[in-house]
């Protein structure tokens, strides 16, 4: 019943800003690790940030550290991914996702059982 819908995306400058949301509905929880992750054309899809109800902490990859943030709304069952200072290699499809543990690691992209569909994101000029 666990249901995840991603919005926010679009078409924006380099040097933009956008921030997705994902709404969770079904969610029942009290272990888990909540991800966003993105695929771009030709690309595997890999994780953009990620944290775990077990560690007071996120992750970010590398490519956004300092520029995107992660954040929830545990009242609107909603997590948001503000990105600022965008570039034309953010452009992907942006995927939020939910998995039924912890851990202490968040950033595998196999470990993750329900997935929203995900929504465009277009940095171009």
């Known amino acids: 019943q666990l249901q995840l819908v991603e919005s926010g995306g679009g078409l924006v400058q380099p040097g933009g800003s956008l921030r997705l949301s994902c709404v969770i509905s079904g969610f029942s929880l009290d272990y888990y690790a909540i991800g966003w992750f993105r695929q771009a054309p030709g690309k595997e899809r890999e994780v953009v940030s990620c944290?775990?109800?077990?560690?007071?902490?996120?992750y970010y990859a590398g490519s956004v550290k300092g520029r995107f943030t992660i954040s929830r709304d545990n009242a609107k069952n909603t997590v948001y991914l503000q990105m600022n200072s965008l570039k034309s290699e953010d452009t992907a499809v942006y995927y939020c996702a939910v998995r039924d543990y912890s851990g202490y690691v968040c950033f595998h992209r196999e470990s993750y059982q329900h997935w929203g569909q995900g929504t465009q994101v277009t940095v171009s000029s």
């Open positions: 944290f775990s109800s077990s560690v007071d902490s996120t």
